[in-house]
């Protein structure tokens, strides 16, 4: 790890990846603070989203600049955060906070994805949004720190798999 070795990390995705659970478990092998990103959003924005309509920019950026200060608050102890991070100007919102941050990308299929999707309850987030997420999603660039990590295994397993992509940074 570059800046020091207490990692801070965001582990990002469309909806379904599996960023709260990979999150959990990965802030769990590190030993380090965990933050959901979907906590962060205004009120507001969960309505939106939860009416079926997509966030803009203009919705997402409140939402980043909490992020981006619950980075910079970790930038010393560590911890990992969720964000789906879909744009690579998320991503520099959130690395101009910390710029030693890694991005985890929570990779699969769409069809994979939206099965998860169907299949969970309880959130906000509707199985409609999931195409312009798809649309909007920005694969990690060669200059972004940070890993593409497959999801087709067991949470166990992406979490294994992004726990290496951390230690090995």
Known sequence: MSHSTVPLVVVMGVSGSGKTTVGHLLAQGLGVPYAEGDDFHPAANVAKM???????DE?????????????????DSGGVV???????RYRDRLASAAPHVLFLHLD???ELIAARI???????MPP?????QIADLE????DEAGAAIPIDGTPQQTAALALAAVTSS
Do not use: N, V
């Open 108 to 110: 699969g299929s769409s």
């Open 59 to 75: 919705d997402r950026r409140p939402w980043l600049d909490k992020i981006a200060r619950w980075l910079t608050g970790h930038a």
């Open 118 to 124: 169907t299949a969970r309850q309880g959130h906000f």
């Open 50 to 56: 939860r009416a079926g309509h997509p966030l803009d």
């Open 128 to 132: 409609e949004l999931l195409r312009t």
């Open 82 to 88: 969720t964000c789906s991070a879909l744009k690579r």
């Open 139 to 142: 694969p990690l660039g060669d």
